[in-house]
């Protein structure tokens, strides 16, 4: 190669001036002054040629990658709907089994109440039969004190009936929650 023209390229690439509007004429000043290098330009080209054709494979399969994913994601989409539906469909199937327990949990709890305020009531007749009878002051006959106790033993009988039946009422109200914590699941 010439070392003028080769002064020439580096101090152009020294002063950091960019190449001149037309390649073409540099190559024929290089050809000119150096034709054996026309074989490196050859395989520069080549070489250039094979690195476009590789980007514009990657390119290609860059988009085809991507419409891929878009569709993927698409129909990940779909089914995720598809499968919401399914699911939300499916526990519909549950909801009288779950309506009918919230119905029987609701009427036990009203039961329960109202057996309470009974037994509120009888445990307050039992006291007042109880204070009554160890009353000195108003004397008794043996009829009104056989009758009270008779009363008395009559509450008692009563409260103890009803507390069994609140003890079941709150068994039955447990039930009723683990059935319906179980429908959730």
């Not at 008395?152 to 009723?176: G, K």
Request: hydrophobic share 40%; aromatic share 2%.
């Amino acid at each position: 190669m010439d070392y003028g023209l080769m002064l020439i390229v580096l101090s152009v690439g020294i002063a950091g001036c960019g190449p001149p509007a037309n390649p073409e004429k540099l190559r024929e000043e290089v050809l000119k002054a150096d034709p054996l290098f026309a074989d490196t330009l050859a395989k520069r080209d080549d070489l250039a040629n094979r690195i476009a054709l590789f980007q514009r494979e990657l390119d290609l399969k860059q988009s085809q990658a991507e419409q891929k994913i878009a569709q993927l994601r698409k129909d990940l989409a779909d089914v995720r709907q598809q499968v919401t539906d399914k699911t939300e469909k499916v526990k519909t199937l549950l909801k009288p089994d779950r309506e009918r327990l919230d119905l029987a949990q609701s009427l036990a709890v009203a039961d329960r109440r109202a057996k309470h305020s009974q037994r509120a009531s009888i445990g307050h007749a039992i006291s007042q039969l109880r204070k009554a009878l160890k009353q000195t002051a108003p004397p008794w006959t043996e009829t009104e004190r056989a009758r009270m106790t008779k009363e008395l033993d009559a509450h008692l009988q009563e409260a103890q009936r009803l507390d069994q039946e609140i003890a079941l009422l709150n068994e039955h109200i447990r039930l009723l929650k683990i059935k319906r914590i179980l429908l959730r699941l």
